[in-house]
């Protein structure tokens, strides 16, 4: 089983909002992701955690709150967005601490589609 | 920051006809995946590729990692219309394992679609 479920499908919010945005993976994998995707474009990586700690963060307003319960789950709370950060917002999984050499191989979810207004 | 070079951007395919696409670096990777993207849905891996010269296989589709380890390309044989959407490659720079799971570098996509 290589599936990464997120929650909702579609999310349409005022700029005054707060949402979250949910993944979940029974993968056994250790390390989880958020990514940011507009239009045309690739993703781009926003959050990286590992064991349940966040271990990257690329420089994301703070208006954007990660959270990782536990080894399964990971959120992203929403507030006071802003119209421009509408976009696709995928969620990935991977094994951690591969041998050298070794690479790793992440496993995208369908994604959450937001649009702020 | 690292960039991948993808090409082509796009094409337009005809049923039955094979397709190829690559991706150049001026790093050095340590592993290189394909993905396919349908609109509005999250990319599907296709194939990881982790040795030099390693050339895999899924279906009908079948990709390389270059000797040189800085490029690799991905070839779809007899194109069916389900093979239509963008097609991402994605490598992991070398010694970036570790802590730094996060760095993994994408090209700017090959969108395929079909020719009128």
């Known amino acids: 089983d290589t599936e990464v479920t997120q929650t909702p499908k579609h999310l349409v919010m005022g700029m005054t909002n707060k949402k979250s945005l949910k993944c979940e993976q029974h993968?056994?994998?250790?390390?989880m992701y958020w990514y940011k995707q507009k239009a045309k474009k690739p993703p781009e990586l926003m959050f990286v955690?590992?064991?349940?700690?966040?271990?990257i963060n690329e420089s994301v307003p703070s208006r954007f709150s990660p959270e990782c319960p536990n080894s399964s789950l990971l959120n992203l709370h929403l507030h006071a967005l802003q119209p421009e950060d509408s976009a696709l917002y995928l969620c990935?999984?991977?094994?951690?601490?591969?041998?050298?050499?070794?690479?790793?191989?992440?496993?995208f979810g369908p994604g959450t589609r937001l649009t702020v207004t | 920051g690292q960039q991948l070079n993808q090409s082509p951007q796009s094409m337009f395919i005809q049923e039955g006809e094979d397709v190829s696409m690559n991706c150049t670096s001026s790093?050095?990777?340590?592993?290189w995946l394909w993905y396919k993207q349908d609109p509005g849905e999250g990319p599907v891996l296709l194939i990881a590729?982790?040795?030099?010269?390693e050339l895999t296989s899924n279906g009908r589709l079948t990709a390389q990692f270059g000797i040189t380890r800085k490029d690799s390309f991905l070839n779809i044989s007899a194109s069916i219309p389900s093979d239509v959407g963008i097609y991402f490659c994605?490598?992991?720079?070398?010694?970036?394992?570790?802590?730094?799971?996060?760095?993994?570098?994408f090209g700017k996509g090959t969108k395929l679609s079909v020719k009128p």
């Open positions: 955690y590992s064991y349940e700690k966040l271990s």
């Open positions: 990935a999984s991977s094994q951690v601490l591969l041998p050298p050499g070794q690479g790793y191989e992440q496993y």
């Open positions: 590729l982790y040795k030099a010269g």
């Open positions: 790093s050095i990777f340590n592993t």
């Open positions: 994605a490598g992991q720079l070398r010694g970036s394992y570790g802590g730094s799971q996060g760095n993994l570098i």
């Open positions: 993968m056994g994998h250790r390390a």
